[in-house]
Structures are given as C-alpha cells and as structure tokens.
C-alpha cells in the first residue's frame, strides 16, 4: 500500500469529524474515511482539496462525490464485512475503496472505460481487491447476484427494476438486501433506499435530496 503523508492524515482526520457534525453516526463508516486516502483519488492539482467536503471533478464530465454523499449512502447499506456489494459507477474508485475498507466484496460497473482503468490502477495500488467490468450498470450484474447492497454513484429517473431483482432475499432474522440510489430529474434527486423483503417484495423509503452526474444507460447518447 502506498505511503500515507501526515498532511493529509491530519486533513482526512478533520474531515471525519466534519462528517460527524453533519449527522454520520456510523463509526464504521467514518473509519473507513480516516483510513482511505482520498487525495490518491483525483487529480495531483486538486489534492489540496481532495479533503474539503465538496464534490471534485475526475473528466469525462464526471465527479469524485462529496465526502458527506459516499458517508451517507455508505451508512444508508449498513454493510457489514463479508457482504457482496454491487456498486453502479466506479468513478475514480473511492466509493469501492470505502467499501472495502468495510470488508466488503466488491462489484463494480462503469460506463466509461477510461474512468474504470484509473480506478482500478489506483484501488490494486492501494490493496483493494474488486471485481470490475466496464458497460451499462444500470442492469446490474446477474451472474453474481444476489447481493446485500447495492450503490448508484449517479442520478436515476427511476428505480431500475433489474437492480431491485438482484437484492438478496431475507434469511431468517438476517433482513434483506439493500439498494441505495438517488432518483428524481437532471437537477435534483432523493436519495432512496430499497429493501428487499421478501420474492418481488421491497420496501422503499425516500430521504434527503443531492444532485448528482446522470445514470448512463447502454442507448444514451453520451456514451464513451
């Protein structure tokens, strides 16, 4: 794994207690934010930065998240180590990242395939394992279905039913699969959870609004 500087350990530190005042309670989730180093994540020009609550452009008009949005859906999938977690949009992989640093087992899916080899040069550098393929997140990915969270790093104008259809089921006293996805228009989402209840089965709850890049679909124009 490569070399931590403290300058940016001292930052990462504060950040996480930024997070903390703006309502993440998952101690899990914010040790996972003080132990990746976000600054490996985007572009050497914008690492001064790459510690400010604040959302971070990565090209191909794409974003690094704002820290608060990875620790709100993070603590929104309740991951617990050895869940397989399918992630939609890799980005720069530090979402991936976080959710390995859980103990997740990692899937992830991006549309634009330049983004996906810098995220997973920069994730195999640090250590992460992932298991990564470039096309149309928006199907989910079936073959290694089910899954215990699901996580949209983009905007949808709706709950994809294939995504719902590969949450696994509940077990016992163990609930079901969670998907966390932002859903409304081009200029403004709220963030929903979707849980798996029973076969065909979901409960859906609505929270806060975010905006984020849209959700790119294999027909969309836009592709790369």
Known sequence: MME??????RRR???VETLREKGIQDER?????ARVPRHLFVEPALRLRAYDDVALPIGLKQTISQPFTVAYQTQLLEVQPGDRVLEIGTGSGYQAAILCALGARVFTIERHRPLLERALARLEALGYRVVARHGDGSQGWPAFAPFDGIVVTAGATEIP???CAQLRMPEGNRPGGRLVI????AHQQRMTRVRCTGPGTYE???????RFVPLIRENDETNS
Request: no cysteine; net charge negative; hydrophobic share 45%.
């Open 4 to 9: 931590d500087d403290p300058l940016y350990r």
């Open 13 to 15: 530190l504060r950040l």
């Open 29 to 33: 989730v914010l040790e996972a934010i």
């Open 161 to 163: 039913p294939a995504l």
């Open 182 to 185: 932002p859903v409304g228009n």
């Open 204 to 210: 859906t709850e609505t929270m806060h609004v975010f």
